[in-house]
T-cell receptor, first 110, second 114 residues
Framework: QQQVKQSPQSLIVQKGGISIINCAYE??????FPWYQQFPGKGPALLIA?????SEKKEGRFTISFNKSAKQFSLHIMDSQPGDSATYFC?????????FGKGTRLHILP | ETGVTQSPTHLIKTRGQQVTLRCSSQ?????VSWYQQALGQGPQFIFQ???????GRGNFPPRFSGLQFPNYSSELNVNALELDDSALYLC?????????????FGPGTRLTVT
């Protein structure tokens, strides 16, 4: 199976709160797990990515947590800001192929 | 350094027609991938071109075809358009196929098939 399952479909968080988006994959051959951010009218942009040999990666307010045994990974956005309101996609890939989740529409309340 | 550009921005076609979408890759990138993004869905991989050759293909029928030119720009051609082909078509470029996850996306072409 090549699916990547993402949840929740939509998320509302207060400004300053923590936004958490979860993903699960099935194919253990995947060897990189990126997260993309997409604003309306724009293409997705790479936010942060992790390899399966690392359990956590942090870049500024964004953190990926990776659980290889559970085949799950998550994005945490600390101190969420209204400018973070966007659609977020998790993905899993190997070599030239990437499978995307269906996306989470995040809205940060001011 | 210019980013990834796509043309046209929007396009309306009739079922059964053919369409060509264009993409200019980021400077220095020799790999271009094409994706179909239906409304409310994540992008779905169509195919990838590396140095003018198809380097991988997703689960799309042969009526979806592509080209990459010596300057690494690319075209996506879709024949015999169907209503379900209505979507945002994204191209993305990367330094090489091993850096696909670091790809830069263009703004997309919104195709409507009536």
């Amino acid at each position: 199976q090549q699916q990547v399952k993402q949840s929740p479909q939509s998320l509302i968080v207060q400004k300053g709160g923590i936004s958490i988006i979860n993903c699960a994959y099935e194919n253990t051959a995947f060897d990189y797990f990126p997260w993309y951010q997409q604003f309306p009218g724009k293409g997705p942009a790479l936010l942060i990515a992790i390899r399966p040999d690392v359990s956590e990666k942090k870049e500024g307010r964004f953190t990926i947590s990776f659980n290889k045994s559970a085949k799950q990974f998550s994005l945490h956005i600390m101190d969420s800001q209204p400018g973070d309101s966007a659609t977020y996609f998790c993905a899993a890939g190997r070599d030239d192929k990437i499978i995307f989740g269906k996306g989470t529409r995040l809205h940060i309340l001011p | 350094e210019t980013g990834v550009t796509q043309s046209p921005t929007h396009l309306i076609k009739t079922r059964g027609q053919q369409v060509t979408l264009r993409c200019s890759s980021q400077s220095g990138h020799n790999t271009v991938s094409w994706y179909q993004q239906a409304l409310g869905q994540g992008p779905q991989f169509i195919f990838q071109y590396y140095r003018e050759e198809e380097n991988g293909r997703g689960n799309f029928p042969p009526r979806f075809s592509g080209l990459q030119f010596p300057n690494y720009s690319s075209e996506l051609n879709v024949n015999a358009l169907e209503l379900d082909d209505s979507a945002l078509y994204l191209c993305a470029s990367s330094l090489d196929p091993s850096r696909t996850y670091e790809q830069y996306f263009g703004p997309g072409t919104r195709l409507t098939v009536t």
